[in-house]
């Protein structure tokens, strides 16, 4: 049985190379840029906000919250950030488990951010905790002209979690939309089983949104950014939102999840007792892989971003993110996950 599974997961990977090769070539012509993807893994300031859940993240928390152990954490998130995509830096980079604004700020004004004057998008989502999503962009890059959020459903009386961001602008000069997302952990039944009611119901807000897009322009380039709370091959992810690993240009209607093809080949973002997962994905429209003129994605682009200073080189949770705490335990590191990214290029 093994063995037959083994067979029919290379099978499918050859088959998605297979379908890569066929897309219309990319040439090596025009300005490579970023786009980005990064659980910060609860980047709270040092200060009790009363109207959230915050208190284990204060000085006198369970956490024990410091000031400086806050500044820490920021130096090293702008540290990672700087990081990816090389020297210019990412030109979009969608954040998630951000407290508020100030920590944004605090984070864009450290010195291995301050160069690319990244603008901020953020609002105070109803979180628990008070953990929003966000975006970050270098204005030479992108230029915003509209945002809101959009507001999920839940099927739980009562539940309510982080909005849907939803930013369009001009990237490179052409119009996009771009989508930052961190779906609710999903809930589990009296009997421990898994109940993905909620994950259900933001894929479904979500794939409103996108169809109202999709209706209409067709051709209308769209970019999801975020942390799904399930990985890519999950019912919820292929059937409400249509999100697959098939690239193919043809079915216009469905996104293609970048990630797919890295997380069947064992990769992952985030590690769950020892199982490298990938809950971080990039997911985009069939317009931007359709080899026309225009913004369009380098095939083969998406990877994790994982340098050796931001994981464990050895012993039992070697290649795994060094994460700020374990349990209560303060290590210092960055997150309990890596960052994910995709590039494109503008074709002529």
């Not at 970050?136 to 309510?160: A, C, M, N, R, V």
């Not at 990769?267 to 429209?285: C, E, H, K, T, V």
């Not at 913004?295 to 994982?306: E, K, N, P, T």
Request: hydrophobic share 35%; with cysteine.
């Amino acid at each position: 049985m093994r063995n037959g599974i083994k067979t029919l997961l290379l099978f499918f990977t050859l088959s998605t190379l297979w379908g890569c090769s066929r897309l219309p070539s990319i040439s090596s012509k025009g300005r490579l840029n970023t786009i980005a993807f990064y659980n910060t893994g609860n980047l709270f300031d040092a200060k009790d906000d009363p109207k959230t859940a915050d208190d284990a993240f204060t000085p006198t928390g369970d956490m024990a919250w410091t000031e400086e152990r806050y500044q820490t954490k920021v130096k090293q998130i702008a540290q990672v950030i700087s990081g990816i995509g090389g020297e210019g830096g990412p030109a979009v980079v969608g954040l998630s488990e951000i407290e508020n604004k100030q920590v944004l700020e605090d984070l864009v004004a450290t010195s291995s951010l301050r160069r690319y004057n990244f603008g901020i998008i953020h609002y105070d989502m109803p979180d628990a905790q008070g953990l929003d999503v966000a975006l970050l962009y270098q204005p030479k890059h992108f230029k915003p002209t509209h945002t809101e959020t959009i507001k999920i459903d839940f099927e739980d009386k009562g539940f309510s979690s982080r909005d849907i961001l939803q930013v369009k602008g001009e990237l490179r000069g052409e119009l996009v939309t771009i989508y930052v997302v961190h779906w609710p952990e999903p809930s589990r039944t009296r009997a421990g089983k898994v109940n993905d009611s909620r994950l259900r119901s933001a894929a479904a807000a979500l794939r409103k949104k996108i169809n109202e897009q999709q209706v209409a322009d067709e051709n209308m380039k769209v970019i999801v950014l975020g942390d799904f709370e399930t990985e890519p091959a999950a019912p919820v992810m292929q059937e409400v939102l249509k999100a697959t690993g098939r690239p193919n240009p043809y079915y216009k209607e469905e996104l293609f999840n970048t990630l797919y093809l890295p997380h069947v080949n064992g990769q992952g973002s985030y590690a769950n007792r020892g199982d490298m997962q990938m809950p971080d994905q990039i997911l985009i429209s069939k317009s931007l892989l359709n080899g026309n003129t225009g913004l369009q994605y380098v095939r083969g682009s998406a990877a994790i971003y994982d340098p050796e200073d931001i994981k464990f080189l050895f012993g039992r949770y070697r290649d795994t993110p060094i994460r700020t705490y374990s349990g209560n335990l303060y290590i210092g590191g960055y997150s309990d996950h890596f960052p994910v990214y995709i590039q494109v290029r503008k074709e002529r």
